[in-house]
């Protein structure tokens, strides 16, 4: 039924940040175990907000007791903190092709890597993260936990406006809501004649995890010269957006649960008017 979303499995959602207080060369968990269910991993993407490479870092399965070497990858520095480094899609580096990206995939033709109860994953990285700096990990899939969920849709549209008077301050692009959201699509408009950098954020009700930072481009949408900026195709973001895909393979989306908001803020106030749509649908 078109009117129908179906989820089979709990969306899963987590993030954490390293700081300053975390020591290098230490594994340190970055998808806890869970002693009840397994979990379908879709994506994995790291940010980091410092100018500084942190090269030969490890991806670890660990199974309580032990810690196992998946692989070698290197975060570039400012990697999605900067307009010109996306965020570092782990996911689907090439060095991990062996069990992560192309192992398998899903009818959809998406791919995913199964990943234990009581099974965690770690991470190592190198160089040091100066005071006020982050390493940001967000990992997006599903929990088999048997929770069907086969709901009626409804559809949601949720407008921000960043204007002068709203400065540097964080609004909400998706606000938090007591249900879980479906999300096909995020755009960016702008009357203002200077492009102007966008910092986006996952918000779990409690913390801010740094997903990327993207420039939105003078006058885009605001002319047939430049059109509006897809924030969901976003090659910055590619390991958490664009990795799950509807039944008829066509629509890609975006899972967000209930309590989680989408934040932005602007470095610098615009001097027009930039407005950022967001549409989907609700587990409701």
Not at 186 to 199: E, P, Q, V, Y
Request: charged share 10%.
């Amino acid at each position: 039924m078109a009117s129908t979303l179906t989820l089979s499995n709990s969306m899963y959602l987590y993030c954490i940040s390293l700081t300053a207080s975390s020591a290098a060369n230490t594994a340190y968990t970055i998808v806890p175990a869970d002693n009840t269910y397994d979990r379908r991993i879709y994506g994995l993407s790291i940010t980091n907000t410092s100018a500084v490479n942190h090269l030969s870092c490890k991806l670890w399965l660990s199974d309580g007791t032990t810690n196992y070497q998946m692989g070698v990858l290197d975060v570039s520095a400012s990697s999605g903190n900067s307009i010109s480094v996306g965020a570092t899609d782990v996911f689907t580096k090439s060095v991990f092709s062996g069990l992560l990206t192309y192992a398998m995939a899903d009818n959809m033709g998406v791919w995913y890597f199964n990943l234990p109860k009581t099974w965690s994953m770690k991470f190592t990285y190198t160089n040091t993260l100066s005071a006020g700096n982050a390493m940001t990990f967000a990992t997006f899939g599903e929990i088999y936990d048997g929770l069907a969920l086969d709901l009626t849709s409804k559809p949601f549209q949720q407008t921000a406006t960043f204007s002068n008077a709203t400065g540097t301050a964080t609004k909400d692009l998706v606000s938090a809501v007591a249900y879980d959201r479906r999300i096909y699509g995020i755009s960016a408009a702008s009357t203002d004649g200077t492009a102007r950098t966008m910092t986006i954020r996952l918000n779990d009700g409690t913390n801010s995890y740094l997903l990327y930072t993207r420039s939105i481009l003078a006058n885009s949408g605001n002319t047939t010269a430049i059109e509006a900026g897809d924030m969901f195709y976003e090659g910055l973001i590619q390991g958490l957006f664009v990795r799950t895909a509807d039944p008829e393979g066509i629509c890609y989306y975006f899972n967000l649960p209930a309590g989680w908001s989408i934040n932005a803020s602007l470095s610098v106030a615009t001097s027009g008017t930039i407005t950022i749509k967001t549409i989907g649908e609700t587990y409701e």
